[in-house]
């Protein structure tokens, strides 16, 4: 990369514990979601990084209501480098580069149970990797004449904006669609829709 090394970014003014998740080693992959590298949070997110082709692995995970199927948002926090304040889906992070997280599908789902401890409390006990379904992947990015790739001061993260656009309507439909199990609805159904090619959403 060319572009300004991540160290040479201040983060100052900044929460601590941001500063401090900026230095998680993400996945850098190249085009076809091959394994290059890790990276820190930091030097993925930086838009100089970005522009020369500098791609890394994330993961966006939707919960539904088993009772109702109605979908868990949340607000990202105010302290956040990247998007903050903004709404989103239920959590979004990114596989770290560690045993557990490096396996394509299995190492996102592993880094979702993670991070939904980290950002929402649930236990890891309570989320079991057979019960969550993978649906696909996206390529994107969040252009921006900001540091961290900012774009607008939308209400809704980009990333959120695409999959609702593209996907996550005909997939909540098919949940809704299916008949309940128990009076429940269960993700598990959509796996009739998943999809292991990576969409270019640029």
Not at 168 to 183: A, E, I, S
Request: glycine residues 6%; aromatic residues 8%.
């Amino acid at each position: 990369m060319n572009g300004a090394p991540a160290e040479d970014i201040s983060l100052q003014g900044h929460d601590e514990e941001q500063i401090r998740l900026m230095e998680e080693r993400c996945i850098v992959v190249d085009n076809d979601d091959n394994y290059v590298r890790d990276g820190s949070k930091k030097e993925c997110h930086l838009m100089t990084n970005i522009r020369e082709g500098l791609l890394h692995r994330a993961f966006s995970m939707f919960l539904f209501d088993p009772s109702t199927g109605k979908l868990l948002l949340q607000r990202r926090a105010p302290e956040k480098i990247t998007f903050p304040n903004m709404w989103t889906n239920t959590c979004c992070s990114h596989p770290l580069a560690v045993r557990s997280e490096l396996d394509g599908k299995d190492g996102a789902k592993n880094a979702a149970r993670r991070k939904l401890e980290h950002e929402l409390g649930i236990a890891l006990d309570q989320v079991n990797v057979k019960d969550i379904q993978f649906l696909t992947r996206i390529h994107y990015m969040a252009p921006s004449d900001g540091l961290w790739g900012e774009h607008e001061a939308s209400a809704f993260t980009p990333w959120f904006k695409l999959i609702v656009n593209e996907f996550l309507f005909k997939w909540w439909q098919r949940l809704l669609d299916q008949p309940r199990q128990d009076g429940k609805y269960d993700a598990k159904m959509l796996a009739d829709l998943e999809n292991d090619n990576i969409h270019r959403l640029l």
